[in-house]
Structure formats: structure tokens, C-alpha cells
């Protein structure tokens, strides 16, 4: 038979308040710890961050909203949606890998215009111009804008020969191509902006045609070395050409100066001689005549014999230098002058007496 313990069924009692206390009080801090984490979770989700080179698209209901403006930003948690999208430039390669410069045969080789092949290596370089229509105008614009490089790059080299592709018409070719992707991007409007197609590299896909435009290369070069060689010699030398012109020139022009000057000069004196001979006519021949006998015979000692209407001159430097020599062989030396010549109005004027003997036509003139 059980014995009734008042005391005992009072701790019972005290244990059951305890209990209910301590699951009360569980239960109040587990709702604050609850109330804590969510608010963290809503606080944390709340701001968001864009640095330079971002631009981030909040979406409220389904309606986008870009952000351009870099630094942190404010969002309501559950209802708006944030997506950062990269505005730097970036780029693509096309042929090869960019890890390890690995040819890719099947995007690389391409036919041109002359029905020859040829491996073209081509970097892409492109950069978001619009972060809404390149989230949600496609599922992925970059492969899009991957597969429109391609079609253009083939179509630009399909429509030119070996040649051209692997010497002279590269910044042609890399031109065309970047028009077509632009214009291409227009059409499909994705958001995104070409900013630049480069050829890294292209050859012939044999050895042995590689050597030859090589070859071909080599030669070209030598040419162009060729013809700087000749623009430069023509540099060099046309300005001293140039200036030897002008020297010629200006000589000529001088000579032409002094001779009309000298001419001038002849004339005025024949007209100041005119004007004399008009005066007295008898008077200037002779003196006209013994001014040409001073210039033919300088320094020359002449026996001037008047005889027979004639003017005999008789060089007697013949007679002093020969003493061996005849009286015949001197004179057929002389020479005779006839006055008639000299005026035919006064035969004698110029008959001189045989007597007389000058050492110079200075002293014969003086004489008569």
C-alpha cells in the first residue's frame, strides 16, 4: 500500500512549472533568433554593388532598368532582381585557341576567290553597348555574335584570291569583315558592339606553297627596298641638279647683262664715232686707220713706204731675227695695203713719204 508524500507531490508539481517555463522561454528565443537571421538575410540582399567598368539591370516585375552609375545601390529584396553585366572590351579568337595558340583546322581554313586554300587566324574584339538587350534580347549573344564573325569572315575571303589574303589586302580584308559584322549587329540588334577584327595570322596550308609566297614575299619586299633606294638617290641628287640650274641660270642671265651692257656700250660709240665722221670724215679714216694698225701690229718696228699711191708696211724684226735670209724672201713677207680701199675719193690720203720710219703705229700716228 502506497504512502501519500505531500512533499514529494509538491517538487512534482515545481518540476512540471520548470519544464513549462523552459519551453516557453526555448520557444520565445527561437522566433528571436529567427527574426535576426531573416532580418540579416533581407538587410544583406538589399544593397548591391556596380564597379567601373559594370553596368547592372534591376528588374521590378519583369520591367528592366539599367544602372550606369558605379557604387552601392539600393534594391527591394524579393521583388527586384540584379543582374551586373561587363562594359570593358572583350574579345574572341577565330582559328585558334588563346590558351595555347592551338590551330583550329575546321574554323582556320577557308577557299578563296581562285579556288585555293588558305589558314586564317582572326581575333574578334567586341564590348556590351546596350546590358538590356544583351540579357534578355538572346539566350546567348556571344555565340551569336561568334557564329555572324564567321559568316562574314568567310564571305570577305571567299570573294578574294591567295594572294591578297596572304600579302597586300589584309587592312582591306579586316575593313570588310568589321562593316559586315556591324551590319549584321544592326539587323539582329543584341546589344552588343564590334570594335575591332584583326588578322593574327595567315598562311597557305602546305609547306611547300608556304615557301613559295614566302618566296613571294621576299621578293615583293626587295622590290619596295628597291624603289626607297631610287626615291631616295632622286632626293639626293634633284635638289643639287636644282641648284646647278639656277647657277646656270643666273650666269646666263649676267652674261646676258654684260653683253647687252658691252653692246650698248659699242654702239654708243660707233655713234659718237659717226658723229665725229660726219664732222670731218679725211680725219677719222686716218685715225681709224692707224688704231687698226696699233692693235694688228703691237710692239712690231715698221717701215711705212708711201710710193706708187700705196702704203707699204715693212716689218724690220725679219730683217734683224734672219741676217742669213735675202732682201726677196723679206719682202715677200710684207704685206701691202691699198689706200683706194681705204678712201676712194682721195686716193692719196693715205700715201705716207718712204723717209719716214716709226718704231710703232703709236709714233706714226704722232708723226702724221
Known amino acids: ?11 512534482k508539481k515545481e518540476a512540471r512549472k520548470r519544464a513549462e517555463k523552459f519551453k516557453q522561454t526555448m520557444k520565445n528565443g527561437s522566433f528571436a533568433v529567427l527574426m535576426i537571421l531573416l532580418a540579416l538575410i533581407l538587410g544583406g540582399g538589399s544593397f ?4 567601373e567598368q559594370e553596368q547592372a539591370i534591376v528588374t521590378t516585375f519583369g520591367v528592366a532598368q539599367p544602372v550606369t552609375e558605379p557604387g552601392l545601390h539600393f534594391k527591394i529584396p524579393v521583388i527586384q532582381r540584379v543582374r551586373k553585366v561587363n562594359t570593358t572590351i572583350q574579345g574572341f579568337a577565330i582559328g585558334y585557341q588563346v590558351e595555347d595558340n592551338e590551330t583550329l583546322e575546321d ?8 579556288y585555293n586554300f588558305v589558314n586564317v587566324d582572326f581575333f574578334v574584339e567586341y564590348k556590351v553597348a546596350d546590358p538590356v538587350k544583351a540579357v534578355y534580347a538572346s539566350e546567348d549573344p556571344l555565340l551569336i555574335l561568334q557564329n555572324i564573325s564567321q559568316a562574314c569572315i568567310r564571305t570577305v575571303i571567299g570573294s578574294y584570291d ?3 589574303v596572304l600579302t597586300t589586302g589584309k587592312n582591306e580584308i579586316q575593313s570588310k569583315i568589321k562593316d559586315g559584322i556591324i551590319l549584321m549587329l544592326e539587323q539582329h540588334d543584341i546589344g552588343l558592339q564590334i570594335i575591332n577584327v584583326t588578322i593574327q595570322d595567315s598562311e597557305p596550308p602546305t609547306q611547300e606553297v608556304m615557301e613559295a609566297f614566302k618566296a613571294v614575299e621576299t621578293a615583293k619586299q626587295g ?16 635638289p643639287q641638279a636644282e641648284a646647278r640650274i639656277d647657277q646656270i641660270m643666273q650666269e646666263a642671265e649676267s652674261s646676258k647683262v654684260q653683253r647687252v651692257n658691252e653692246a650698248n656700250a659699242e654702239v654708243a660709240k660707233f655713234n659718237a664715232m659717226y658723229a665725229e665722221y660726219v664732222k ?6 686716218k685715225r681709224m686707220f692707224y688704231e687698226a694698225m696699233e692693235d694688228v701690229l703691237p710692239r712690231m718696228k715698221v717701215i711705212i713706204d708711201g710710193t706708187d699711191k700705196t702704203d707699204m708696211i715693212l716689218p724690220l724684226d725679219n730683217f734683224f731675227q734672219s741676217s742669213a735670209g735675202n732682201t726677196n724672201s723679206q719682202n715677200a713677207g710684207s704685206s701691202t695695203i691699198n689706200s683706194n680701199t681705204l678712201n676712194s675719193d ?7 713719204d718712204n723717209n719716214t720710219v716709226s718704231n710703232n703705229a703709236d709714233s706714226a700716228n704722232s708723226e702724221e
Open 1 to 11: 500500500m502506497e504512502t501519500y508524500d505531500p512533499k514529494f507531490e509538491e517538487m
Open 48 to 51: 548591391y554593388n556596380i564597379g
Open 107 to 114: 574554323d582556320s581554313l577557308m577557299i578563296t576567290n581562285d
Open 162 to 164: 591567295v594572294d591578297s
Open 223 to 238: 622590290k619596295e627596298t628597291s624603289i626607297n633606294n631610287a626615291n631616295k638617290y632622286r632626293n639626293e641628287k634633284l
Open 280 to 285: 670731218n670724215p679725211e680725219v677719222t679714216k
Open 346 to 352: 682721195t686716193p692719196n690720203s693715205n700715201t705716207i
